[in-house]
């Protein structure tokens, strides 16, 4: 009895694990509008090479120089990033604090400034910490907010 016991008990434990490991990267409730994306050029405040993706705050001017503070993730997650050839190091350091870059981001569809950072361009126009060469967006440079969720979309939910 007691064995059947233990053997129920661990399969549990083991089921609750495993679902808490899936509701940790899936389970936040924030979708982003990937088709939608726009552009905007931004200055890197801190860069995170983690799993399952790597994340990212930056800030941006709007067009009365107001700063945005906003908070991203990468799509891309750590091992493609390695086998595009951008290993921890190389990606932090093309990351650093400072950094001006130019995002094509997909707006989270709950609004606010966080978003899903699609491809990243270095000022030269050269594509960085990625492999997505072919995204394509509109540029939403120092319009205020970005490309956020208009309030129809949202009542339409």
């Known amino acids: 009895m007691q064995k059947k016991l233990a053997r129920v008990l661990g399969f549990g434990l083991g089921f609750v694990l495993i679902c808490s490991a899936v509701w940790a990267h899936h389970g936040s409730a924030i979708s982003y509008d990937t088709q939608h994306l726009w552009t905007t050029w931004a200055t890197v405040t801190e860069f995170n090479y983690l799993n399952p993706h790597p994340s990212m705050n930056f800030d941006r001017l709007d067009n009365k120089g107001n700063v945005e503070h906003w908070v991203s993730e990468l799509l891309t997650n750590p091992s493609a990033l390695a086998r595009a050839g951008w290993t921890k190091s190389r990606s932090v ?40 060469g072919d995204v394509t967006a509109v540029d939403k440079d120092g319009v205020p907010g970005g490309l956020q969720p208009s309030k129809a979309e949202d009542s339409s939910k």
């Open 93 to 132: 350091e093309a990351l650093k604090p400072g950094t001006r870059v130019k995002l094509y981001i997909g707006t989270s569809r709950v609004g606010g400034f966080s978003g899903i950072v699609m491809k990243i361009e270095n000022e030269k126009g050269e594509n960085i910490v990625g492999e997505r």
